[in-house]
């Protein structure tokens, strides 16, 4: 693939549901970084989400493109069919991020360099120079837990198992047995994570600023964190052939 420092190409992934406030603001920030394109993939927001995003499309010929899901909705069905149509795009690398503006784009450009080094990279908010701006006291010691769970069961080295904020190497990406994954909700994080891990690919993480969404509502129930907490146990039992495998 190409460095970072010959102008590597990367298409970043921003599954939408309700994000009509935020979704102008995040496009143009990553706009402004040359060599990256978005894919939008819309679960039908009743908020017109949608018929924005083909509007920014619009604006932006070449650099913008839109899927208009139908299926089932979840976070992780909507990467999915946005993973299974980007691997096939000619790029180096292909990133992950939330609409909600968590996940600030001038960060983008150190994550996209870092693949150089790594398979996969994580925003992290749990590195050195890694912050969270924000969140009550509540949600930091709920994520902490969180991530000391996870990587207590499944032993994943990456200190942020649960940031949505990360960028692969194509090649990396298209190796993962997608239609074998059943998690949804930011579980799919974890199981995408770990998979890759199981295959051989190696983690990287550089710090971010993570500041929780100034517009919309969260998409955090307790169905999520149910699943949440059951995904690693389910995950250290599998047995089938999604966890083997070499990259």
Request: charged letters at 25%; a positive charge.
């Amino acid at each position: 693939m190409a460095t970072a420092t010959t102008a590597t190409t990367a298409l970043v992934i921003v599954p939408t549901y309700n994000e009509r406030a935020n979704l102008p603001v995040l496009v143009a920030g990553l706009m402004a970084h040359p060599n990256v394109r978005v894919m939008v993939v819309d679960d039908q927001s009743p908020d017109g989400t949608g018929e924005l995003a083909d509007q920014l499309a619009r604006e932006h010929p070449g650099r913008i493109e839109v899927m208009h899901r139908t299926a089932r909705r979840g976070l992780g069905r909507s990467y999915i069919d946005g993973i299974k149509k980007a691997v096939h795009e000619p790029v180096d690398v292909i990133c992950q991020m939330d609409a909600d503006l968590s996940h600030d784009p001038a960060h983008l450009p150190d994550l996209i360099a870092a693949t150089d080094r790594a398979d996969v990279v994580i925003g992290s908010r749990y590195v050195a120079g890694g912050e969270i701006r924000n969140w009550p006291m509540r949600r930091r010691l709920l994520s902490r837990f969180a991530n000391m769970y996870i990587r207590s069961v499944t032993r994943l080295s990456a200190r942020d198992c649960t940031s949505g904020y990360r960028c692969w190497r194509r090649e990396t990406l298209a190796s993962l047995p997608l239609d074998r994954f059943i998690s949804d909700g930011y579980s799919f994080l974890v199981e995408m994570l770990f998979v890759a891990a199981r295959r051989g690919a190696h983690i990287g993480e550089v710090p971010i600023t993570f500041v929780e969404r100034r517009e919309g509502e969260s998409k955090l129930s307790r169905a999520v964190l149910f699943e949440s907490a059951i995904t690693p146990w389910r995950l250290i039992g599998t047995k089938g052939s999604a966890v083997r495998g070499s990259r």
